[in-house]
Every structure is written in structure tokens, then in C-alpha cells.
């Protein structure tokens, strides 16, 4: 096996089969699988289901509908000791220079901060997670810079900006040496 490419724990990936660029994913080491968020998932028939993909978590109207063979339906219990059923899908996945097909389930994660979670099974054999870093093999998301109407009136010079009111202390300073 080659040497492990050290990834941070939050990266953008793609998913190309479904035409999926820039999602941003967590990687999690404390789950087995890996999960992504979706809308609306109908079974069309016993191998096919058809789902649509939240890209925003402020927008869950941003979606890409995608139509994918049915894998499996798995038992899955959360951290809490909930269990739930999930359907599970296989796609490719790219992250960093590693195209690699893994097995995702499809689940409402509208209540999570990232739209995408990479299990263990998916990082194995390619991935080392750096735990203090993000972004070390993709870009951050692009933020939406909010324009000069968005912001407060002082921030953009309409009103004089006041100084900071001085900290009082109780009781007496002690002088300091020098």
C-alpha cells in the first residue's frame, strides 16, 4: 500500500458520477459509514431509488436530483443508540487526487453542520485525518462576501466609530517594575 495522503477534517469532495463538485464533507473517524444528505428519496422500483442531493445547508432547495442502484438497506445506530434503517448506495468519490467508489448512505442531515460525512470505510487505505487542520487537499468553500448595504452603518464609515470605554479594576494596580 502506498504511504496514507494526510487530509483535514473537513475537505471539499466530489461526487462525478452524480455531478456533484465541491460539497463539503467531515471526515469522521468515529463512524463506520459514510452519509449524505438528502431531500426526498422515492424507490422507483426493487434496484433503483431516486433522490435529490442538499449542496446548502441554508438552502435546501439547492439539490441535484440523482438516480442511483440500490446497494443495500442497513441498520445503523447513532452515537445516541438510536437505531435507524438506511438505504445505501454506491458512488465514486474524489478527494484530494483519489477517485475511490464507496458505499453512502442516504439520510436528512439538514440539522448538521456538513452536508456530507466520510465514515472510516471510505478513509481507509488512502486517508490519514489531521484533527487540528481543514482544507489541506481542496480550497475552502467560497463565502459570499455581504455587501456594503448588508453591513452596519459604522463599519462602512457612515457613523464615527467610538474608542473602546477603558476597563475598570477593582482595588489598586500594582506598579510593575522598570
Not at 57 to 85: C, F, I, M, Q, Y
Request: with cysteine; proline share 6%.
Amino acid at each position: 500500500m502506498k504511504s496514507a495522503i494526510k487530509i483535514g477534517w473537513k475537505e471539499q469532495v466530489s461526487l462525478p458520477e452524480w455531478g456533484i463538485t465541491g460539497i463539503e464533507a467531515k471526515a469522521d473517524t468515529g463512524a463506520r459509514s459514510s452519509a449524505v444528505d438528502v431531500k426526498s428519496l422515492e424507490f422507483i422500483d426493487e434496484e433503483f431509488v431516486r433522490f435529490e442531493v442538499a449542496l446548502s445547508r441554508k438552502d435546501r432547495n439547492h439539490t441535484v436530483p440523482v438516480t442511483a442502484r440500490l446497494k443495500r438497506r442497513s441498520k445503523v445506530k447513532s452515537s445516541s443508540g438510536h437505531v435507524t434503517e438506511r438505504v445505501v448506495v454506491e458512488t465514486e468519490i474524489l478527494l484530494g487526487t483519489v477517485l475511490k467508489t464507496i458505499d453512502i448512505s442516504l439520510i436528512c442531515r439538514k440539522r448538521m453542520l456538513h452536508r456530507m460525512l466520510i465514515g472510516r470505510t471510505a478513509l481507509q487505505g488512502h486517508f490519514l485525518v489531521d484533527s487540528s487542520q481543514a482544507y489541506l487537499v481542496s480550497s475552502p468553500p467560497e463565502r459570499k462576501k455581504r455587501s456594503p448595504d448588508s453591513l452596519p452603518a459604522a463599519e462602512h464609515g457612515e457613523l464615527p466609530l467610538l474608542p473602546r470605554p477603558e476597563r475598570k479594576t477593582k482595588g489598586k494596580r500594582k506598579k510593575s517594575p522598570g
